[in-house]
């Protein structure tokens, strides 16, 4: 019995699926990229790809060029048919038609990226609704205070409130004047004082409103 051949493109066969391949595709390809291309239509194995494209190269049949140590393979330029001058034309048209197309998709990818970002930057439908729930607890609740504070009796009138901020600024205008005169007594004193400051205080019993943290409000 004669044994079974390895596939359809098995031996010289898969040489010619590859040269074939290259014409038609014209772009070079690694023998990795033209096995996972090719395996499943052709049944091909890595082991004979590398081989094929090897002999190809080493036939003149295509190109070889290594970039480190990866070889790529491509079509000899020099025995594709020459492209007539309509043929040339009608390729110019074509790549400015894709060129036009493709400035249009980028423009819709920069426009598609944009509107990404604005949704993703926003609230989903659950955190809108969580935020509107809590909105409206906060709104029962302020209108709740709102209304016992009007039912309150207590209500302090316009007048009654100028009149308490009219002493205030009484009071304090007075505690200023009196720290004042109290201060500049107290340092005549000092200059013929043979102690410090606060060894004086202490004798005397005075105390400051530093001592209390007591801050004196400010002018209005």
């Not at 395996?39 to 190809?56: D, F, N, P, S, T």
């Not at 400015?96 to 426009?111: E, G, I, W, Y």
Request: proline share 3%; glycine share 6%; net charge neutral.
């Amino acid at each position: 019995m004669s044994k079974g051949r390895e596939g359809p493109a098995a031996g010289g066969g898969a040489a010619a699926v590859l040269l074939r391949y290259l014409r038609e595709q014209n772009r070079p390809y690694s023998a990795q990229d033209a096995f996972g291309n090719l395996q499943r239509e052709h049944g091909l194995g890595k082991a004979a790809v590398v081989k094929a494209l090897e002999q190809l190269a080493q036939q003149g049949r295509v190109r070889e060029k290594a970039y480190g140590k990866q070889k790529i393979y491509f079509a000899d330029q020099e025995q594709l048919p020459a492209a007539s001058d309509a043929e040339l034309r009608g390729l110019d048209g074509q790549i400015a038609a894709l060129s036009t197309k493709v400035q249009a998709l980028r423009q819709s990818c920069r426009q598609m990226e944009a509107e990404l970002k604005d949704l993703n930057s926003s609230m989903t439908t659950p955190e809108m609704a969580r935020e509107m729930e809590e909105l409206r607890k906060d709104c029962a609740s302020y209108t709740e205070k709102l209304e016992r504070i009007k039912s309150a009796t207590n209500h302090v009138t316009p007048e009654e409130k100028e009149r308490v901020c009219s002493q205030q600024k009484l009071y304090c205008k007075e505690w200023r004047r009196r720290k004042r005169m109290a201060t500049e007594l107290l340092e005549a004193i000092l200059e013929g004082y043979p102690k410090s400051k606060k060894q004086f205080f202490e004798e005397v019993g005075i105390e400051t409103d530093e001592d209390h943290n007591v801050t004196l409000p400010a002018a209005v």
